[in-house]
C-alpha cells in the first residue's frame, strides 16, 4: 500500500513540474482567434518560451522574483497565452503585435506599426459556424508583419466602431500590445478590459494543437462526428 501511494504521489509530482516548467495544456473557450484558432482546439503551451514569473505557478504564487526569471523577449506574431491585467487570474490566449517602445494603430481596418501600413493579402472568405447551423462569411486576409512572420487574420467589414479605428497606442516599456485574429470580435489591447499586458503576465507561447473537437468534449458519443482530425499535431502559425 505505502508503494503504491508513493508511486502516485511521485506521478503527480513529475506531472505538476511538467506542467509548471515545460508544457501546460490549453483550451480555446471563444472565437477571438479565428480563424487560427477554433473553439474546441486543444494546444499546448511552451511555459519556458519567455521564462519564469509568478503566473508560471499553480495560482500565480508569488514564489519567484518580480518580473521574469530566465527572460526571453518574445517575437512580434507569436500566440501568447497571458494572464488578464485586470484581475491576474483569468488566461487570455492573442497574438502579439506590439513591442517595447512600438506604437500601434487601426486606421480603417488596416493594423499599422510604428506610423507603417502592415501588408495585408485578400484570400478565400472564411466560413464560420458561430452556432450549430448558423454560419457566417468572413473576409480573410493573410497579414504580414514587419518581422516576416505570416498569419491568417479574418474581419466582418472594415468599419466596425472601436475595432477598426482606435487612437495610437504607444507600448509601454515590459509591455505588449495583444490582438486577436477575429479582429472585429476580439476583446484585446485595443479596449480598456485589457490594455497593454505586463511583461510578468506572459504565460507562455502556444506551440501546437494536439486535439480539437466541434461541439462539447465531454458528450463522448458525439465524438465521431464532431472531431476535427485535420488539426491534431499541427503547430500554430
Do not use: C
Not at 486543444?42 to 514569473?53: D, H, T, W
Not at 493579402?121 to 466560413?127: C, G, L, N, T, V
Request: charged share 25%; no cysteine; proline share 6%.
Amino acid at each position: 500500500m505505502k508503494d503504491t501511494i508513493r508511486t502516485v504521489v511521485y506521478a503527480v509530482l513529475i506531472a505538476l513540474s511538467i506542467r509548471v516548467s515545460a508544457y501546460e495544456p490549453f483550451s480555446i473557450p471563444s472565437g477571438s482567434m479565428v480563424s487560427t484558432l477554433l473553439v474546441g482546439d486543444y494546444l499546448f503551451v511552451s511555459k519556458f518560451a519567455y521564462g519564469y514569473s509568478r503566473y508560471s505557478l499553480p495560482f500565480g504564487l508569488p514564489l519567484l522574483p518580480p518580473d521574469r526569471v530566465f527572460f526571453t523577449e518574445p517575437e512580434r506574431g507569436d500566440v501568447a497565452v497571458f494572464k488578464l491585467p485586470s484581475d491576474n487570474s483569468t488566461d487570455f490566449i492573442k497574438r502579439i503585435i506590439g513591442l517595447p517602445g512600438d506604437t500601434v494603430q487601426v486606421i480603417n481596418g488596416i493594423l499599422h506599426i510604428n506610423g507603417t501600413a502592415v501588408e495585408r493579402k485578400k484570400i478565400d472568405d472564411f466560413i464560420y459556424e458561430q452556432n450549430p447551423g448558423q454560419f457566417s462569411r468572413m473576409s480573410q486576409y493573410l497579414e504580414v508583419l514587419p518581422n516576416g512572420r505570416e498569419h491568417l487574420i479574418v474581419e466582418q467589414s472594415d468599419n466596425q466602431l472601436g475595432s477598426d479605428n482606435t487612437p495610437e497606442f504607444k507600448v509601454p516599456e515590459k509591455h505588449y500590445f495583444m490582438m486577436g485574429d477575429n479582429r472585429d470580435n476580439s476583446n484585446d489591447s485595443r479596449f480598456d478590459g485589457v490594455g497593454f499586458v505586463p511583461r510578468e503576465n506572459l504565460v507562455g507561447r502556444a506551440e501546437f494543437l494536439f486535439f480539437s473537437i466541434d461541439g462539447s468534449a465531454w458528450q463522448i458519443w458525439t465524438w465521431l462526428d464532431k472531431l476535427r482530425p485535420a488539426r491534431f499535431f499541427t503547430s500554430i502559425e
